[in-house]
């Protein structure tokens, strides 16, 4: 006889929590000790959990960093600056994602600040970010495309050349100088960085002429 489809359900829900257990624990160790400073003992103390258990869950160290990239980018907390790249008006739109961009990046500072450091100098881990900034280009191609098809591209500017600028701005460390070193919160970055984005934007008349049907 199968297991009850409710003791099924239990344990798969009792494995979630321990999953997000121990990444939360993680997430506090990484931001208080730093990634090298902490150690797979103790997010399983932190989290209450057996040692086995983070090792069965991540199989290693690199494997919990992974997963708590993938758990700060997850959808619910990814979905703001998902609506704004998919703003009707591309322009409004991008202004939209500078600003949750900015929101993000604050969310978990120290977090960010830690394992961005830890990228530079261990290969491993340089990876893994690698990996989420070239996703996050993708996304940030897709917004261009569209900025460029309803006519809110400076003439001259590339798709690649915007592309690149807008990845430039978008990036935590960007955000991170811009609110450590010129301690600017993430409203005011929000609006510094879209100033600098207006460097690749057709004047505002000119785009909306641009999509102005032909008679």
């Known amino acids: 006889m199968s297991p009850r489809p409710y003791k099924l359900g239990k344990r798969a829900a009792d494995v979630e929590d321990t999953r997000e257990r121990v990444i939360q624990a993680a997430r506090q160790l ?39 990239i993938v758990n700060a980018t997850q959808a619910a907390k990814a979905a703001p600056l998902d609506r704004a790249r998919k703003h009707p008006d591309a ?28 990228a530079s100098v261990d290969p491993e881990a ?22 460029a098809d309803q006519g809110h591209l400076r003439p001259g500017v590339t798709q690649q050349r915007a592309t690149d600028v807008l990845w430039l701005l978008s ?24 100033e600098l984005a207006s460097t690749i934007l057709a004047d505002a008349g000119a785009a909306s002429e641009a999509q102005r049907p032909a008679t």
């Open 126 to 147: 340089g990876r893994l970010f690698d990996g989420y900034d070239n996703r996050r280009r993708e996304l940030l191609t897709w917004l261009v495309k569209r900025l």
């Open 171 to 194: 990036s935590f460390r960007s955000f991170d100088q811009l609110h450590t070193r010129a301690r600017l919160s993430a409203k005011q970055a929000a609006s510094l960085l879209n």
């Open 91 to 118: 322009r409004k739109g991008l202004e939209s994602y500078l600003v949750e961009i900015c929101k993000f990046w604050m969310g978990d500072l120290a977090l960010f600040r830690n394992v961005y450091g830890l």
């Open 30 to 68: 990484f931001s208080e000790e730093g990634f090298l400073g902490t150690s797979l003992d103790d997010v399983a103390k932190r989290a209450c959990v057996a040692r086995a258990t983070v090792y069965y869950q991540f199989e290693s160290k690199y494997g919990l960093l992974d997963g708590l």
